[in-house]
Antibody
Framework: QVQLVESGGGVVQPGRSLRLSCAAS????????MHWVRQAPGKGLEWVAA????????LYADSVKGRFDISRDNSKDTLYLQLNSLRAEETAVYYC???????????WGQGTLVTVSS | IVLTQSPATLSVSPGEAATLSCRASQTVRSHLAWYQQKPGQAPRLLIYDASNRATGIPARFSGSGSGTDFTLTISSLEPEDFAVYYC?????????FGGGTKVEI
């Protein structure tokens, strides 16, 4: 079965960096677009970034463009999100999700919590 | 594209029907999905392309609409259906979600 397991979350000071990972299994990772979505405590979902199946195309929400970097290693079936210049308001659970060919999100990990605080 | 969901909270009894609304700030054609999220869990895809049920989703969930106005209907609420529901468009980048509707007992 499809499994996505995020890791790398934790407490980080404002302005610092963090790298999240998402280990995929149960499907042919290299053939799927992958996404990151975040959810602040008690709030709704916010799409963050996506990367094409081969890593050749990256897309970002305006709120993170220039600060976050999505990447993937298809030899390791792993998705990454580099978070730079973090802000307090970016405290959230970060989910990785598999994209369908039509850019819906049909499988999700359980998320990893990033807390930005001094 | 901004998606506005209403109501923010919907109070219903088990066995009753629930109707949730999602309105887009501009047309998204039929490129809209619905997700269910229970406390402490990741979202789950329910409906895609406005009216197609995802794999394993019970028939009591149905979606309709096109353009800017969409509806998710749960025909007879089961106890496990009490959750927060989000709509999401994929008509253009960036993708976006609505603010959610909480369906409570």
């Amino acid at each position: 079965q499809v499994q996505l397991v995020e890791s790398g979350g934790g407490v980080v000071q404002p302005g610092r960096s963090l790298r999240l990972s998402c280990a995929a299994s149960g499907f042919t990772f290299k053939t799927y677009t992958m996404h990151w979505v975040r959810q602040a405590p008690g709030k709704g979902l916010e799409w963050v970034a996506a990367i094409s199946y081969d890593g050749s195309n990256e897309l970002y929400a305006d709120s993170v463009k220039g600060r976050f970097d999505i990447s993937r290693d298809n030899s390791k079936d792993t998705l990454y999100l580099q978070l730079n210049s973090l802000r307090a308001e970016e405290t959230a659970v970060y989910y990785c999700a598999r994209g369908t060919t039509n850019h819906y999100l049909d499988s999700w990990g359980q998320g990893t919590l990033v807390t930005v605080s001094s | 594209i901004v998606l506005t969901q209403s109501p923010a909270t919907l109070s219903v009894s088990p066995g009753e029907a629930a109707t949730l609304s999602c309105r887009a700030s501009q047309t998204v054609r039929s490129h809209l999905a619905w997700y269910q999220q229970k406390p402490g869990q990741a979202p789950r895809l329910l409906i895609y392309d406005a009216s197609n049920r995802a794999t394993g989703i019970p028939a009591r969930f149905s979606g309709s609409g096109s353009g800017t106005d969409f509806t998710l209907t749960i025909s007879s609420l089961e106890p496990e259906d009490f959750a927060v529901y989000y709509c999401q468009h994929r008509n253009e980048w960036p993708l976006s979600f609505g603010g959610g509707t909480k369906v409570e007992i």
